[in-house]
C-alpha cells in the first residue's frame, strides 16, 4: 500500500519567516501534487511535478521533487498571514491513470502570524 | 471559486439513516470524483465517475453508492449511517479521466455530514 508521510502535522510560525515542509513515501510516484485547503473551502492544485529532481517556483513557493521520486518538499520564502492553510500533497500512479488513484497525505497545518 | 457545486453545505442526521449528496461538475469537466476527509484518515478517495460510467473505485463502503446522470452531475448516497461516517465529504470533477496536466482537478467545497 502506498503511503505519504506528511512532515511536521503543524507548524506556527511568524510572517517573514522562511518554512519547509515534507513529503515522503518508500513507494516511487510518477508524479506529485501539492494542494492548499482553506477552512470550509475544498483543496486547491498548487503545483504539479513529474520529473525526479524537478525544481518548480510560485512566487515565494518552491517545490521540489526528489530524485527517486518517492519525496518531496514545499519552501515558503517570506511566509505571511495569507499562505495559512493545510498544505496537502498527493501521489500519482501510472501517468495516464485515473485521477482517482491519487494518494494524499495527511497534510501539514500552517499558520502564519502577524 | 472551482466552478464545482456541492449540497448540502452541512447535514445533520441520526444514526441508520440515509442521505443524499449532490454534486454539480464544471461546466465542460466529464469527469466526478468523490473523496471523504476525517482527521484521523486524511482525504480518502471514494470513487470516480466518467461520462455517466464509474471508471475507479477507492475505499467506498457497500452502504455508500454513487451515481452520475445524463447531465453530468453526480450524487453519493450513504445508507444505514454510522458514528464514524461523519466526515467532510468532497467532489471534484476534471476534463478527463486521467492525469494529465491539462486535466487537473477541482474541488467543491464539500458537506460536512454530523451523524447523531
Known amino acids: 500500500t502506498q503511503l505519504l508521510e506528511q512532515s511536521p502535522q503543524f507548524l506556527s510560525i511568524q510572517e517573514g519567516e522562511n518554512l519547509t515542509v515534507y513529503c515522503n513515501s518508500s513507494?516511487?510516484?510518477?508524479?506529485l501534487q501539492w494542494y492548499r485547503q482553506e477552512p470550509g473551502e475544498g483543496p486547491v492544485l498548487l503545483v504539479t511535478v513529474v520529473t525526479g529532481g524537478e525544481v518548480k517556483k510560485l512566487k515565494r513557493l518552491t517545490f521540489q521533487f526528489g530524485d527517486a521520486r518517492k519525496d518531496s518538499s514545499l519552501h515558503i520564502t517570506a511566509a505571511q498571514p495569507g499562505d495559512t492553510g493545510l498544505y496537502l500533497c498527493?501521489?500519482?500512479?501510472?501517468?495516464?491513470?485515473?485521477?482517482?488513484?491519487?494518494?494524499f497525505g495527511k497534510g501539514t497545518k500552517l499558520s502564519v502570524k502577524p | 471559486d472551482s466552478g464545482v457545486t456541492q449540497t448540502p453545505k452541512h447535514l445533520i442526521t441520526a444514526t441508520g439513516q440515509r442521505v443524499t449528496l449532490r454534486c454539480s461538475p464544471r461546466?465542460?469537466?466529464?469527469?466526478v470524483y468523490w473523496y471523504q476527509q476525517s482527521l484521523d484518515q486524511g482525504l480518502q478517495f471514494l470513487i470516480q465517475?466518467?461520462?455517466?460510467?464509474?471508471?475507479a473505485k477507492g475505499n467506498i463502503l457497500e452502504r455508500f453508492s454513487a451515481q452520475q446522470f445524463p447531465d453530468l452531475h453526480s450524487e453519493l448516497n450513504l445508507s444505514s449511517l454510522e458514528l464514524g461516517d461523519s466526515a467532510l465529504y468532497f467532489c471534484?470533477?476534471?476534463?478527463?479521466?486521467?492525469?494529465?496536466?491539462?486535466?487537473?482537478?477541482?474541488f467543491g467545497n464539500g458537506t460536512r455530514l454530523t451523524v447523531t
Open positions: 498527493a501521489g500519482g500512479g501510472i501517468y495516464g491513470g485515473s485521477q482517482g488513484n491519487l494518494i
Open positions: 461546466s465542460g469537466d466529464l469527469s
Open positions: 513507494s516511487v510516484f510518477s508524479s
Open positions: 471534484a470533477s476534471s476534463v478527463t479521466g486521467g492525469l494529465s496536466y491539462n486535466s487537473p482537478l477541482h
Open positions: 465517475y466518467y461520462n455517466g460510467e464509474e471508471r
